[in-house]
């Protein structure tokens, strides 16, 4: 059974960075998605940013974060990152990984359903 771990959540001040990393454990796939998902009080799990796990790059992002973060992966390690810069309020959330053995899609790599691993999740806030 694939476990993901999240770690790296904190408090910042806006405009701050923060790094996350997820480690998944058990890992035997050669290829898959691994994503970062976030949820705000109050609202859906929404998709941040997907990076195919195969022997290409291709990473996905929100547009909401597009210019500001960046999905990354150490192989060797199975942990995948996200590099958060100049954080805002309404990044303010639980960060969830995700993963499947499946592929990352186009049209559906913000969706929940195509991920059937998820960690229990690393708390972001920002806030003055």
């Known amino acids: 059974q694939v476990t993901l771990v999240e770690s790296g959540g904190a408090s910042v001040q806006p405009g701050g960075s923060l790094s996350l990393s997820c480690v998944a454990s058990?890992?035997?796939?050669?290829?898959?998605?691994m994503a970062w998902f976030r949820q705000a009080a109050g609202k859906e799990r929404e998709g941040v940013a997907a990076i195919y796990t195969g022997d290409y790059d291709s990473r996905y992002y929100n547009d909401s974060v597009k210019a500001r973060f960046t999905i990354s992966r150490d192989a060797s390690k199975n942990t995948i990152y996200l590099q958060m810069n100049n954080l805002n309020p309404d990044d303010t959330a639980m960060y969830f990984c995700?993963?499947?053995?499946?592929?990352?899609?186009?049209?559906?790599?913000?969706?929940?359903?195509?991920?059937?691993?998820w960690g229990q999740g690393t708390q972001v806030t920002v806030s003055s």
């Open positions: 058990n890992w035997i796939y050669k290829s898959g998605c």
């Open positions: 995700a993963a499947d053995r499946l592929g990352c899609y186009t049209n559906s790599w913000w969706l929940q359903h195509e991920y059937k691993f």
